[in-house]
């Protein structure tokens, strides 16, 4: 749990009888005591010597935890502080590196030292924690990726400033969205974030060496390629622009290069067709080994990274050639639209929230219809603050309709995306078998706006969808 590889490489050396493979990291105390006294490295006495310890500590704990006032709790929180000893005792046997030292320990009743020294791990593993945060944070990647940027403006932060290293240290006390590349999410507390973190680092630094524009086209024909609003989905934006830069060094572009053409998607395909099994892992492991060259990249850290994940690419490729899929692996640059959608929806005129309640309680004060449109109209301009608006439930029956009246074609295409956006994201292509679902909808709002799509004109329906299709999920500009 101290290091990177004693944590994930499995790396405590075997010694004696005992067996590694029944060593959990996450349980290592417990499972250090039942292969002891499996193989005879302890007996009954000795194991139960350590479970009174641990008792002991426990007893302390309960009574720090209460402030001295009572020697009981929940049984709910028992368990929670027995797991934060048993965490921090952990920390400490896993330090040591040898699975027969920690066998030591727990023969000879230390294990209160152990425990102190434990939590003195935990509190320096939590400081490194912080300074790596800190580096994150400043060399951020300015892209519109929703649980990337909240992960780290908002998650991290909530768990830094929460974490409890004597009461609650087994507790991993965050909503960690973004997804890494490699993450090993056994890991448990403050030493799953760091390593969390440390994986981040090494993604975002590999990304900042790419151009920030070639970045956000990479993420924009992604989610083309995909169907879905990128900006808000769980991916991993390191592994796209790592697979891009191979593919660019294979297809004869430079390493920096991420923009994939159609003509260079034509010689990967050229490409693999004629290779075997082996011969794509031995192509694509080189093509990493090139982008190491030519960037410089020497930390054997951030050298096994790019390596594992360059074999992670490798099982996709063997995949998608076998099923004629490589499309969906390479991101392909697309050619620009001639002509932009135009809409009336504007991203920056996104009121305040003041000015946002002011205008809610205009509206239901109306009496009229057509008063609470044109309030509506006059007022409100960004997309945010219509969804908003029609969440509110300010409106009612018929209000609805004549709003919905209001709408061009383009404003009703973007309102079908946002209303079916998981069925148009499993590329459903019939939008009007959609309109006679009976599925109960997420809100009263949606219910009518479907009910107005049915029941206008056909030919018009077919010039909304025709929209709906058109419209590339960056264009609908929430902010």
Known sequence: MES????????????????????????????????????????????????RQLMSILETLIRRYTQGESSSVTSETAVSLLSSVLYAVDAYLLH??????????????????????????????????????KEIHNHKLDVAVEAYNLTIDESIPVFLKKYG????????????????AIDDMSIQGVYYLRQYLT??????????????????????????ICGFDYRIELFNIFELVLNNAIFSVLSGGHAGQIKITSDQFKQLEDLFVRLDDQQIESVILKAVAQLQHDFNIH????????????????????????????????IVERELKSKPIVTTFKAADRMSDHHFRLFIEKIMNSE??????????????????????????????????????TFGDVELAILIKIVFYEELRNDEKDLSSLYDKEDEHESEWQARFIEFIKNIDRNRQEVIEKFVYDIDYEEISFY
Not at 21 to 47: D, K
Not at 301 to 329: A, F, I, S
Not at 374 to 397: E, G
């Open 199 to 224: 994986h981040l680092k090494m993604e975002t630094q590999f990304c900042l060496l790419f151009n920030e524009d070639d970045i956000q086209s990479v993420l924009i024909n992604y989610g083309r």
């Open 4 to 51: 990177e590889k004693c944590c994930n490489d499995h790396s405590l050396v075997t010694q004696g009888k005992i067996n590694q493979a029944r060593l959990l990291q996450n349980q290592y105390t417990l499972s250090i005591l039942n292969e002891g006294l499996r193989v005879g490295l302890l007996n009954s006495e000795e194991v139960y010597g350590t479970q």
């Open 96 to 133: 040591l590196n040898d699975p027969e030292k920690a066998i030591d320990v727990l023969k000879n009743g230390n294990i209160k030292n152990g425990y102190d020294q434990g939590i003195e791990l935990i509190r320096h593993c939590l400081e490194e924690t912080k300074q790596l945060y």
């Open 165 to 180: 290293i004597v009461f609650d240290a087994h507790n991993t006390m965050a909503s960690i969205d973004y997804p890494l």
């Open 299 to 330: 930390d054997p850290q951030m050298t096994d990274y790019l390596n594992r994940c360059g074999m992670n690419l490798v099982h996709r490729v063997k995949n998608v050639v076998k099923h004629n899929r490589l499309e969906t692996v390479v």
């Open 368 to 405: 009229k219809i057509a008063d609470k449109v044109d309030v509506i109209r006059t007022n409100f301009y960004s997309l945010h603050d219509y969804i908003d608006l029609l969440n509110t439930d300010c409106l009612m029956n018929d209000e609805y309709e004549a709003l919905f009246k």
